[in-house]
């Protein structure tokens, strides 16, 4: 719904799994509208691959098998910084804060980043957990609260998200 009130043309996900939120965005892109699909998991591109055929939207999306971190950087040095829409992430929460600083170079200003997990199941707050995907998760989620480049609002549904506004050029 955000890529469609957005009336997203061109958007990112970070982090496929079986393509449930990828399809959704598609889905909501018009017929010239373009996803890249950022997964490292073959086999997940595989499941995700079939939803978005039987859905009729494959020509909307253009699937990166790789590193997500490796494409988004591809992607900019292909010219393609500050052209998608909106942006959303999840994959791998120790790596969050390099995808964010990489999609805020892609995403131009007035778009979105989405990032889901950032209640990380109630584990950021507890100060006694301290395994390494809630310390990177509670460091992003601080340095979101202070990244003067993006208005934010987390939304406390499900395991909770994190909506930012890009203000400025980066």
Known sequence: MLAQILGAQRC???GVYTGYSSLAVALALPESGRLVACERDE??????KKYYQRAGVSHKVDVKH????????SLIDGGEANSYDFAFVDADKRMYEEYYELLLKLVRVGGLIVID????YGRVADPLVNDLKTISIRNFNKKLLEDNRVNISMVPIGDGMTICRKLVDT
């Not at 790789?66 to 950087?73: T, V």
């Not at 997990?117 to 990380?120: E, I, K, S, T």
């Open 12 to 14: 990112i996900e970070v």
């Open 43 to 48: 086999r997940c591109l595989e499941v995700a």
């Open 66 to 73: 790789a590193l997500a971190a490796d494409s988004l950087k």
């Open 117 to 120: 997990n950032v209640l990380w």
